[in-house]
Nanobody, 126 residues
Framework: EVYLAESGGGSVQAGGSLRLACRASGYTVRNRLMGWFRQAPGEGREGVASIYDDGTSKYAESVRGRFTISRDNTENTLYLQMNSLKPADTAMYYC????????????????????WGQGTQVTVSS
């Protein structure tokens, strides 16, 4: 069975940083499209960043230049480094993985992904 376990969320002030981690079990992050999504209260789920096996990444316009997605294949873990955080970044953050080893042109669309973690809360105060 596939488990994606997020960690690293918390409460920070605007301008601060957090590093989220998503450790996978029953699933190999290497060779797969992986992504981070977020959902604020009353809002739909938004694609934040994705990374494919070839190392290419894609970011939502709202986080580009502030967030960095990466993976450690040895640790079988996906990361999201978040800098210069803003109150608008407050949300539950989820990692997601695609079952297929194929890439996708819609890398920030949630329906591309098959596996999801339970989420980790990020709260940014002004």
């Amino acid at each position: 069975e596939v488990y994606l376990a997020e960690s690293g969320g918390g409460s920070v002030q605007a301008g601060g940083s957090l590093r989220l981690a998503c450790r996978a079990s029953g699933y190999t992050v290497r060779n797969r499209l992986m992504g981070w999504f977020r959902q604020a209260p009353g809002e739909g789920r938004e694609g934040v960043a994705s990374i494919y096996d070839d190392g290419t990444s894609k970011y939502a316009e709202s986080v580009r230049g502030r967030f960095t997605i990466s993976r450690d294949n040895t640790e079988n873990t996906l990361y999201l480094q978040m800098n210069s955080l803003k109150p608008a970044d407050t949300a539950m953050y989820y990692c997601a993985g695609r079952q297929s080893t194929a890439n996708s042109m819609r890398r920030l669309d949630e329906d591309v992904y098959d596996y999801w973690g339970q989420g980790t809360q990020v709260t940014v105060s002004s």
